[in-house]
């Protein structure tokens, strides 16, 4: 079984920063993607950024020059330093990650979610 356990979220001014961590555990073969999506009130859940085994990074466009999304050198865990942050990206961020259980088959897992107000 896979777990994905979310850290770092809180209340933060705008202009402010944070950084979520999302750590992986339990047992797998590997772990392909790692990324962060978020939803706000009212609105779907979106994917914000994502990171690639081989390093590769995707930014939605609202967030770009403003976050950073990074994975440690074990690959089993993964970051998104928020700077600059506004209002509009209050909402709850969730972890996720494609995870090859054995070598033959791959299967999305979610964090619970962590709460990101921005608010003065």
């Known amino acids: 079984q896979v777990q994905l356990v979310e850290s770092g979220g809180g209340l933060v001014q705008p202009g402010g920063a944070l950084r979520l961590s999302c750590e992986a555990s339990?047992?797998?073969?590997?772990?392909?993607?790692m990324g962060w999506y978020r939803q706000a009130p009212g609105q779907q859940r979106e994917l914000i950024a994502s990171?690639?085994?081989?390093?590769?990074?995707y930014y939605v466009d609202s967030v770009k020059g403003r976050f950073t999304i990074s994975r440690d050198s074990d690959e089993s865990t993964v970051y998104l330093q928020m700077n600059s942050l506004k209002p509009e990206d209050t909402a709850v961020y969730y972890c996720?990650?494609?995870?090859?259980?054995?070598?033959?088959?791959?299967?999305?897992?979610w964090g619970r979610g962590t709460l990101v107000t921005v608010s003065s």
């Open positions: 996720h990650a494609y995870v090859n259980p054995t070598y033959y088959y791959g299967m999305d897992y």
């Open positions: 339990g047992s797998f073969y590997s772990i392909d993607s």
């Open positions: 990171i690639t085994s081989g390093g590769s990074t």
